[in-house]
């Protein structure tokens, strides 16, 4: 309890002032508690925030200030700061809520992503695709890798998308536009006037492959 109460005095400066103390050992509770009285702000820490201090030279450090934000920087922990409060979390941290939005978020866009070529590699036994995908309703090139999807590819029109618990199947444009010209023919339009009967139609066609 000295020790602690010693600390609380030495911190008792300042934010801006020059700062000389003996941090190891020392817990990330204890120095959070410290921060609090020193920033004079209410500090909220994640309780899975764990560990110990490793801090050398303090005396070196212009402020508090720098040497605070810097610690949060090492210990990769994010914070959110208002004129009161300071919020400290862990920088890898993602809620339920924001795993959700997120899912959801790559769930919309994967659901119109089609297959548009593939490049066979390997032997038959031992085989691996490259992809290139394109998003059907804007025509755009689309990469899985900007959003961190995982490929797995089944065959050269069939890969599987994963992305933090969410999977969907990808596959090959299944339809494309129909060119009506093909099928019907310009020729049978002008030809036929829809009055003929099917076995005029058929002779005049039979008549023409002759």
Known sequence: MRKLLLLIFIFSMPVNAKVSFNGSGKSLDQFFALASEVMKKTIVADPSIDGSLKIYGSSHASSFDELFY??????????QETPTLIKITKSDAVTLHDADSLKSYVANIVSDVFITGSVRHGTED?????????????????????????????????????????????????????????????????????????????????????
Do not use: W
């Not at 810097?70 to 914070?79: G, P």
């Not at 804007?138 to 995982?150: M, N």
């Open 70 to 79: 810097s610690l949060l920087s090492a210990y990769e922990l994010s914070y």
């Open 126 to 210: 031992n085989q691996t695709y490259h992809y290139a995908f394109v998003q059907q309703s804007t025509d755009k090139v689309f990469d899985p890798d900007a959003l961190g999807i995982k490929i797995t590819g089944f065959n050269h029109c069939l890969v599987q998308f994963e992305f933090a618990g969410f999977r969907s199947l990808v596959t090959c444009r299944p339809f494309s536009e129909v060119d009506k010209s093909v099928i019907t023919g310009r020729d049978s339009e002008e030809r036929f006037s829809g009055n003929e009967s099917p076995s005029e139609v058929m002779s005049s066609i039979a008549g023409e492959d002759v």
